[in-house]
């Protein structure tokens, strides 16, 4: 006997969230420059993690950010979320500020900021979705 497939819904969800409005992608920008500076990135590195020219990454934290593209808004976000849920899992600021740059078995011994500086946005994906489901046992 064959195995039959199971039919899926392929419809849109009913909730589908708003885009991200060029004033929020700038407030997530500016947040973002501080939590860089606070897990003690260099500019090249954040640069890395917004897909960004150095130069202009230098330029927009220097004199607030130009347009936005969808896939910078969509960076910004996941990093947002993997701050969130850094302040949930961890007390302690400092113990979540820390955490991006320490060596970590979920990632074969290297840091979560190594795995986001290969610099393509499923490389920051992977680090929320370890977060998010570590923190869903919470």
């Given at each position: ?20 409005t060029?004033?929020?992608a ?11 500076r606070?897990w003690?990135?260099t500019d ?5 993690l ?7 990454y230098?330029r927009?934290?220097a004199?607030?950010p ?8 969509a ?7 993997i ?8 007390r302690?600021t ?5 955490w ?7 990632f074969?011994?290297r ?8 610099g393509?946005?499923?490389?920051i994906?992977r680090?929320?979705r370890?977060?998010d ?6």
């Amino acid at each position: 006997m064959m195995a039959q497939l199971q039919p899926i819904d392929t419809r849109a969800p009913d909730f589908v969230p708003a885009p991200i409005t060029d004033e929020e992608a700038a407030a997530m920008f500016r947040a973002a420059v501080n939590l860089f500076r606070r897990w003690g990135l260099t500019d090249d590195e954040a640069a890395v993690l917004l897909d960004l020219k150095p130069r202009t990454y230098g330029r927009w934290k220097a004199e607030g950010p130009g347009r936005i593209s969808r896939d910078g808004r969509a960076r910004l976000s996941n990093i947002m979320g993997i701050h969130k849920a850094l302040r949930i899992i961890f007390r302690e600021t400092q113990r979540a500020y820390g955490w991006v740059k320490a060596p970590n078995e979920a990632f074969a011994g290297r840091t979560a900021l190594d795995v986001m500086l290969g610099g393509e946005m499923t490389d920051i994906m992977r680090v929320r979705r370890y977060l998010d489901a570590v923190r869903g046992a919470w």
